[in-house]
């Protein structure tokens, strides 16, 4: 072969394979797979491997038997029960009382620890309805045709120990005499059986307000939310009244948060239920006695709504902020929704103004009267400071909005960084000269 003719046949069998070296990589070739030999390396072999999440079922049973003011409630553990090793219950003997459990169970006077046996089973007590407030009025009450209580008087406080990657799926059924209606805020599965979700819990237990018996229901979808308003017959409920009130009001609200909460349940009932309002994650308590708007214009209503739609928690030194933010927003959304005059707005606050002038320190255990009237109007200054700031960009709406989508505790301090990071700048000397210092707890 010819010196010429042998270098064209080795250029032309180069050729294909310059051509591919040129072409971009695919994928598989950019990251081929690791063959079968590889071994991961130390630090991965030290990286745990995360176990799957498993959801074992607890369904909690309430039959209400009104002839003896007593639910008899079950709770039953069922599939992947192996992942709890105890669960301890909190009750108060005085309203607790039978307690029986498949599998171990012991009690010290304080507490009633269960530990489920291997296949499953049940732990059983009788409850107590009926639980005065005060000398004369019941926050828990069961009469002839109806009951009215808290979800977590149903299941005391209880602390669990299961493993890290398992949860609940829990479901709360009721047995009522004939005839009865259950509302809750939880939402339906089927009859009187409903579905309890808690998304900052992985044990899923009742929590919100109750009432059965024979009702009064009315429901309707209010600036997206599921209201729901709820009390016995012949108790002089304003259903209809508090719907109006809320469509009036809802309205003006949603705009501040951005969203509503998904569902809302109001349930009511006169004597001798506690004259006042108690909140719970998606509903509340408002006694059937309590005005739409007092002669101090402001309205019980309004202030329980802000409660729950806002989910804030205080701690011991915050609730003011948590009072405060009710009372204030409860007369922002009068004046607002125009239900009342700018005019008697501004006359509200003045009167508020005047009731806490006296009052020198709102980091305290407990706020009520004269301490919530001197938080409105502290809230207020701070509404005009953030917009002062911000060129009336943004308000205490702002701040409102940011604790709305992040609930939780709230303490000084996080309100405190809250509203500065709104107003952009340090509010030291406000929070200072407005809010006062909380004591410093004694070390020991």
């Not at 108060?92 to 499953?120: C, F, H, L, Q």
């Not at 009267?369 to 002062?388: P, S, W």
């Not at 505790?409 to 000397?429: C, P, Q, S």
């Amino acid at each position: 072969m010819s010196r010429p003719l042998a270098l064209a046949l080795a250029l032309l069998a180069l050729a294909p394979a310059a051509v591919r070296a040129a072409d971009p990589p695919s994928p598989a070739a950019a990251d081929p797979a690791p063959s079968p030999s590889a071994r991961p390396t130390a630090a991965q072999a030290a990286q745990p491997t995360p176990k799957p999440e498993v959801v074992y079922d607890v369904a909690f049973d309430a039959r209400i038997a009104p002839s003896e003011r007593v639910a008899h409630v079950t709770i039953r553990i069922g599939r992947h029960q192996d992942t709890i090793r105890w669960i301890r219950f909190h009750a108060d003997p005085s309203r607790y009382t039978g307690w029986t459990a498949d599998g171990a169970m012991r009690e010290n006077g304080e507490w009633i620890e269960w530990v489920p046996p291997k296949g499953g089973g049940a732990i059983r007590y009788t409850l107590l309805i009926d639980h005065l407030r005060d000398a004369r009025s019941y926050d828990a009450r069961c009469a002839n045709d109806w009951v009215l209580l808290r979800g977590h008087d149903l299941v005391p406080r209880l602390r669990i120990r299961h493993e890290d990657f398992a949860f609940s799926r829990s479901t709360l059924t009721f047995h009522v005499p004939a005839g009865w209606t259950v509302v809750t805020a939880e939402p339906p599965e089927r009859k009187w059986t409903f579905a309890l979700t808690n998304p900052r819990t992985k044990f899923d237990r009742p929590t919100d307000w109750i009432v059965a018996g024979r009702l009064g229901v009315v429901r309707e979808t209010i600036a997206g939310m599921k209201v729901a308003i709820a009390g016995p017959v012949g108790h002089g409920v304003r259903r209809h009244d508090l719907l109006a009130m809320l469509r009036w009001t809802l309205r003006r609200l949603r705009p501040i948060l951005g969203t509503l909460p998904e569902r809302l349940t109001i349930v009511s009932a006169g004597d001798p239920m506690w004259r006042g309002g108690l909140s719970a994650p998606h509903s509340f308590f408002l006694h059937a006695e309590r005005p739409l708007i007092t002669p101090d214009l402001t309205s019980p209503l309004l202030h329980e709504v802000m409660h729950v739609v806002v989910g804030a928690a205080e701690d011991s030194r915050s609730d003011w902020i948590v009072e405060g933010l009710a009372e204030y927003y409860s007369l922002q959304l009068l004046e607002r929704s125009k239900t009342v005059s700018h005019r008697r707005y501004e006359r509200a606050m003045r009167r508020l103004a005047r009731r806490g002038g006296g009052v020198r320190a709102l980091a305290v255990p407990d706020s009520a009267g004269e301490i919530t009237a001197r938080a409105v109007t502290v809230l207020a200054e701070l509404d005009q400071e953030i917009r002062a700031a911000t060129g009336d960009e943004k308000s205490l709406d702002t701040v409102l909005a940011r604790l709305a989508a992040a609930p939780g505790t709230i303490t000084n301090a996080r309100f405190r960084a809250l509203a500065e990071e709104v107003a952009g700048r340090d509010l030291g000397a406000f929070f200072a000269s407005r809010v006062g210092k909380p004591k410093q707890e004694k070390r020991e």
